[in-house]
């Protein structure tokens, strides 16, 4: 029998160890999931147009600072792992 741990999460410490798969999804044109907190939770999806450092612009012209990102493709900050 194949048992699974469902409330296992990929986590990382700090929020610009989101950077390399931003870079990744940017370099590859892969789309990108984020859950950004900016005074609540919201969620935004789309393709990266320009990504440097401290934000990211998606292709329908949203832009985040990276220290808002509370998730990427599901891999979470560790202070909102219980989302």
Same mark, same amino acid.
Not at 10 to 34: A, I, N, Q, W, Y
Not at 60 to 74: C, M, P, Q, Y
């Given at each position: 029998?194949?048992?699974?741990?469902?409330?296992?999460?990929?986590?990382?410490?700090? /929020?610009?160890?989101? &950077?390399?798969?931003? %870079?990744?999804?940017?370099?590859?044109? @892969?789309?990108?999931?984020?859950? #950004?907190?900016?005074?609540?939770?919201?969620?935004?999806?789309?393709?990266?147009?320009?990504?440097?450092? /401290?934000?990211?612009? &998606?292709?329908?012209? %949203?832009?985040?600072?990276?220290?808002? @990102?509370?998730?990427?493709?599901? #891999?979470?900050?560790?202070?909102?792992?219980?989302?």
């Amino acid at each position: 029998m194949n048992r699974f741990n469902m409330d296992t999460r990929v986590t990382v410490t700090h /929020t610009k160890d989101f &950077l390399p798969l931003l %870079r990744t999804c940017f370099e590859d044109g @892969l789309p990108v999931s984020l859950i #950004v907190d900016e005074g609540q939770l919201c969620r935004a999806e789309g393709y990266i147009a320009r990504l440097d450092d /401290t934000s990211l612009t &998606l292709k329908d012209g %949203r832009s985040f600072r990276i220290a808002t @990102l509370a998730a990427v493709n599901g #891999v979470f900050i560790d202070s909102y792992s219980q989302c």
